[in-house]
């Protein structure tokens, strides 16, 4: 059995920072690619960030500059640095993690999920 256990949300003022952690537990299993997607109240899921093993990262528009992926895909670690928070970033956080090969950037090409973390920004 896999778990990803995240950690690290809460509550912050707008623009301030919060980290936030992933570690994949239990069976192992090769990890192609770990990220992060958020769904705020009421609205799909969406694609936060994502590191490949390789070391390759994406990220979406709106939290280029203001947030930041890092970890050991390989160790099955990554983390998320989230700076200048605005109150539109407030949603629960999800880790994700890839067991085949490729990368992507929607819910459906990631294989295990997190239980999930609030993040709420308040303005």
């Known amino acids: 059995q896999v778990q990803l256990v995240e950690s690290g949300g809460g509550l912050v003022q707008a623009g301030g920072s919060l980290r936030l952690a992933c570690t994949a537990r239990g069976t192992y299993f090769t990890k192609y690619a770990m990220g992060w997607f958020r769904q705020p109240l009421g609205k799909e899921r969406q694609f936060v960030a994502a590191r490949r093993w390789s070391g390759e990262i994406e990220y979406t528009d709106s939290v280029k500059g203001r947030f930041t992926i890092s970890g050991d895909v390989a160790k099955s670690t990554v983390t998320l640095q989230m700076d200048n928070l605005k109150s539109e970033d407030t949603a629960t956080y999800y880790c994700?993690?890839?067991?085949?090969?490729?990368?992507?950037?929607?819910?459906?090409?990631?294989?295990?999920w997190g239980q999930g973390t609030q993040v709420t920004v308040s303005s």
């Open positions: 994700a993690a890839r067991g085949r090969g490729g990368f992507g950037n929607h819910s459906n090409d990631y294989d295990y």
